[in-house]
């Protein structure tokens, strides 16, 4: 496949043309493994800092703790540094509603909101260390209790707002919280989420929280428990109050935010407060090339680290525009990313591959009724993005002007660790590859023995020295901690995900690693299946786990959502078996092969396939608290259902 260039942003990108890894690149990353304590104590000074580190990091494996005697604020460096500049005035964030609504705070709005809401939070008795729930939509004051708990030393714990009162349960339960912040509703696909409704519900089980602070945001009636539920104030605009920001030390918890669950249950990962706010800052700006006239718009939902680090510290370290959106992305109609890429004069847009591919479904007719001509830097997160997709969104999204920038990393990670670099110097981008790891980012594959592989092999992707934003335990488990990460090879980061690197050092991710299929002696990965599905044109999501067989080990179990007005048949089901035939060999012949309307995704869009495996093979489904629609397993289970399975396995000769 040709590479594709991505030059200066304001020239045009050509196709077929190599470029090597620029001599600039190249000198960064070499200086930083050779001699990391130096690299990052050069890259630490960019932020404000209340008393400098004594040293760089201290290494005790499995833990590392960055610029330690160090002191700082994250509320500084995202909120006061820029309003004693001429960016006060500058916009903050653009704020749109799912009803129409809108909403533009400047920093310096943002700094005053951001101080009363700590004030609030101070009133209650919240102080350093104490830990603070947030079950909030996408509206403005999320972001700002996050950075009104960090001003304060507070911990927060963010709950994704489509959660149901079990999962609060769990995380509250986890992490005694002892305020939860909440609005009296939210908007989703024009229907009020009741979540002050569901706040209530999970209380009785959560006897550490004390206080309840309710946005008001859709207005209907709720139930106000006098003494312990608390309306944020509405005269936040009125007098003026000041907090000062508690200097706290580099690895002071800043957040604890608990995995997607696509491996079961969520793990509460807490990321320090200096590494992380380091290694976010400089990531940014060498992945998105950040500028000041930028508006920057992530699509996720802030309730994920997309949110926390791509939305919150990232973005507004550095004193940029940011987008922030409260709806589903096709409501009330399938246009509706696009029109607001065209209304704000959108820059940078980062989102998710599933999202992508959902837009693929759709046709080009809905992206190209706008103009999107503001854009200039792509952006993709969350999974492998495939080819198909790849260009799809290069063409249809970034009118074949837009570099896109792949980028690999995970809850634990805390920021972006393999990406094309703008920022640093332009790469050659390969449709399907996240390129090189970024500078301080030491990753290899090895095979199961820990032993590096060579080009164009497969194996396990580990991450080899220590990094600054790398997650600092899992919260009062390290026992989790230890064995999920760092038992299986000793000395490095496990990061659970299969990747190959190519013969010019692209790093290409392949799924995770315990998503493999052993069909008749041959190892296949679940992404690799899934992208040859993909590559099917009238394919628009493939979805694939194994039941077992007696004779092949596991035969493979594919379920495929096709794209708008394409019916499904017979004959198509038998083109895209010939198709996997072709692209992998007749080993990756589906046994079964299922068209349904919807896949079980995390609401964070990843592809549940434990759920996929646990309902072909009849087991428990297990924690599904990040399921994004309920439905989408009833959808699964029709399917099987339809064909005579039940959940138990198939006869061995079964095909469809």
């Given at each position: 496949?040709?590479?594709?260039?991505?030059?200066?942003?304001?020239?045009?990108?050509?196709?077929?043309?190599?470029?090597?890894?620029?001599?600039?690149?190249?000198?960064?990353?070499?200086?930083?493994?050779?001699?990391?304590?130096?690299?990052?104590?050069?890259?630490?000074?960019?932020?404000?800092?209340q008393?400098?580190?004594?040293?760089?990091?201290?290494w005790?494996?499995?833990?590392?703790?960055?610029?330690?005697?160090?002191?700082?604020?994250?509320?500084?460096?995202?909120?006061?540094?820029?309003?004693?500049?001429?960016?006060?005035?500058?916009?903050?964030?653009?704020?749109?509603?799912?009803?129409?609504?809108?909403?533009?705070?400047?920093?310096?709005?943002?700094?005053?909101?951001?101080?009363?809401?700590?004030?609030?939070?101070?009133?209650?008795?919240?102080?350093?260390?104490?830990?603070?729930?947030?079950?909030?939509?996408?509206?403005?004051?999320?972001?700002?209790?996050?950075?009104?708990c960090?001003?304060?030393?507070?911990?927060?714990?963010?709950?994704?707002?489509?959660?149901?009162?079990?999962?609060?349960?769990?995380?509250?339960?986890?992490?005694?919280?002892?305020?939860?912040?909440?609005?009296?509703?939210?908007?989703?696909?024009?229907?009020?989420?009741?979540?002050?409704?569901?706040?209530?519900?999970?209380?009785?089980?959560?006897?550490?929280?004390?206080?309840?602070?309710?946005?008001?945001?859709?207005?209907?009636?709720?139930?106000?428990?006098?003494?312990?539920?608390?309306?944020?104030?509405?005269?936040?605009?009125?007098?003026h109050?000041?907090?000062?920001?508690?200097?706290?030390?580099?690895?002071?918890?800043?957040?604890?935010?608990?995995?997607?669950g696509?491996?079961?249950?969520?793990?509460?990962?807490v990321?320090?407060?200096?590494?992380?706010?380091?290694?976010?800052?400089?990531?940014?700006?060498?992945?998105?090339?950040?500028?000041?006239?930028?508006?920057?718009?992530?699509?996720?939902?802030?309730?994920?680290?997309?949110?926390?680090?791509?939305?919150?510290?990232?973005?507004?370290?550095?004193?940029?525009a940011?987008?922030?959106?409260?709806?589903?992305?096709?409501?009330?109609?399938?246009?509706?990313?696009?029109?607001?890429?065209?209304?704000?004069?959108?820059?940078?847009?980062?989102?998710?591959?599933?999202?992508?591919?959902?837009?693929?479904?759709?046709?080009?007719?809905?992206?190209?009724?706008?103009?999107?001509?503001?854009?200039?830097?792509?952006?993709?997160?969350?999974?492998?993005?495939?080819?198909?997709?790849?260009?799809?969104?290069?063409?249809?999204?970034?009118?074949?002007r837009?570099?896109?920038?792949?980028?690999?990393?995970?809850?634990?990670?805390?920021?972006?660790?393999?990406?094309?670099?703008?920022?640093?110097?332009?790469?050659?981008?390969?449709?399907?590859s996240?390129?090189?790891?970024?500078?301080?980012?030491?990753?290899?594959?090895?095979?199961?023995?820990?032993?590096?592989?060579?080009?164009?092999?497969?194996?396990?992707?580990?991450?080899?020295?220590?990094?600054?934003?790398?997650?600092?335990?899992?919260?009062?488990?390290?026992?989790?901690?230890?064995?999920?990460?760092?038992?299986?090879?000793?000395?490095?980061?496990?990061?659970?995900?299969?990747?190959?690197?190519?013969?010019?050092?692209?790093?290409?991710?392949?799924?995770?690693?315990?998503?493999?299929?052993?069909?008749?002696?041959?190892?296949?990965?679940?992404?690799?299946?899934?992208?040859?599905?993909?590559?099917h044109?009238?394919?628009?999501?493939?979805?694939?786990?194994?039941?077992?067989?007696?004779?092949?080990?596991?035969?493979?179990?594919?379920?495929?959502?096709?794209?708008?007005?394409?019916?499904?048949?017979?004959?198509?089901?038998?083109?895209?078996?010939?198709?996997?035939?072709?692209?992998?060999?007749?080993?990756?012949?589906?046994?079964?092969?299922?068209?349904?309307?919807?896949?079980?995704?995390?609401?964070?869009?990843?592809?549940m396939?434990?759920?996929?495996?646990?309902?072909?093979?009849?087991?428990?489904?297990?924690d599904?608290?990040?399921?994004?629609?309920?439905?989408?397993?009833?959808?699964v289970?029709?399917?099987?259902?339809?064909?005579?399975?039940?959940?138990?396995?198939?006869?061995?000769?079964?095909?469809?």
């Open positions: 496949m040709d590479d594709i260039r991505a030059p200066d942003r304001a020239s045009s990108i050509s196709t077929g043309v190599r470029v090597w890894p620029s001599k600039r690149y190249a000198k960064m990353h070499r200086d930083s493994i050779e001699d990391p304590e130096a690299f990052w104590d050069q890259q630490a000074r960019k932020l404000e800092w008393k400098t580190w004594d040293h760089v990091l201290e005790k494996e499995p833990y590392g703790r960055w610029f330690v005697g160090g002191k700082l604020n994250a509320c500084h460096q995202c909120v006061d540094r820029h309003v004693h500049t001429w960016r006060r005035s500058k916009v903050a964030i653009y704020w749109e509603g799912e009803n129409g609504e809108t909403r533009v705070l400047s920093y310096s709005t943002l700094f005053r909101e951001v101080n009363h809401f700590a004030h609030m939070l101070l009133s209650l008795g919240v102080t350093k260390g104490d830990r603070v729930a947030l079950y909030l939509p996408m509206i403005p004051e999320l972001p700002v209790a996050m950075l009104a960090a001003r304060i030393g507070a911990v927060h714990t963010v709950i994704f707002s489509g959660f149901s009162a079990q999962a609060i349960c769990g995380r509250i339960g986890d992490t005694r919280a002892k305020v939860i912040v909440t609005s009296d509703g939210g908007l989703r696909r024009g229907k009020i989420v009741p979540l002050k409704d569901i706040v209530d519900q999970a209380l009785p089980a959560c006897p550490s929280v004390e206080n309840v602070i309710v946005v008001r945001r859709t207005g209907q009636a709720i139930h106000m428990r006098e003494g312990r539920d608390h309306w944020l104030s509405k005269d936040m605009t009125g007098a109050v000041f907090v000062e920001p508690v200097a706290v030390e580099s690895s002071h918890p800043l957040y604890v935010l608990y995995t997607s696509t491996t079961g249950k969520p793990k509460g990962i990321h320090g407060t200096g590494g992380y706010m380091v290694f976010n800052y400089v990531a940014y700006q060498w992945v998105f090339d950040i500028r000041e006239e930028s508006v920057y718009w992530c699509t996720a939902d802030v309730g994920w680290v997309t949110g926390h680090s791509q939305i919150v510290y990232a973005p507004l370290s550095h004193g940029a940011v987008v922030l959106y409260e709806g589903a992305p096709d409501y009330p109609a399938v246009d509706r990313w696009w029109d607001i890429i065209e209304k704000y004069g959108v820059s940078i847009f980062y989102t998710s591959p599933t999202a992508i591919r959902m837009f693929m479904r759709h046709g080009e007719k809905w992206p190209a009724r706008h103009d999107m001509s503001s854009l200039n830097l792509l952006g993709s997160v969350g999974e492998p993005i495939n080819p198909e997709a790849w260009y799809w969104y290069f063409r249809h999204i970034g009118g074949e837009c570099p896109i920038v792949d980028t690999w990393w995970q809850t634990e990670t805390g920021g972006i660790m393999i990406s094309p670099t703008p920022g640093i110097d332009p790469l050659a981008l390969k449709p399907g996240a390129t090189f790891p970024l500078p301080g980012v030491d990753v290899a594959v090895v095979d199961a023995r820990g032993n590096e592989l060579e080009a164009g092999e497969t194996g396990y992707l580990i991450i080899r020295k220590p990094w600054p934003g790398m997650l600092l335990d899992v919260y009062e488990d390290p026992a989790r901690y230890r064995e999920a990460y760092w038992s299986r090879f000793p000395g490095s980061y496990y990061t659970g995900d299969f990747a190959m690197r190519d013969e010019d050092g692209y790093f290409w991710l392949l799924g995770r690693a315990d998503e493999v299929l052993k069909v008749a002696g041959h190892r296949l990965g679940t992404a690799e299946i899934e992208d040859a599905a993909i590559a044109p009238a394919v628009a999501e493939a979805g694939v786990t194994g039941r077992p067989d007696e004779l092949k080990g596991e035969t493979i179990v594919l379920f495929v959502t096709l794209k708008e007005g394409i019916p499904p048949s017979d004959a198509l089901k038998k083109e895209i078996a010939d198709l996997l035939r072709e692209t992998i060999g007749p080993v990756a012949a589906p046994g079964e092969m299922y068209f349904v309307d919807s896949i079980p995704k995390t609401r964070s869009g990843k592809i396939r434990r759920v996929l495996k646990a309902v072909a093979s009849g087991k428990d489904i297990g599904l608290t990040t399921l994004e629609d309920e439905a989408s397993v009833e959808e289970r029709n399917a099987l259902a339809r064909l005579g399975h039940t959940g138990a396995p198939p006869p061995a000769d079964s095909s469809h």
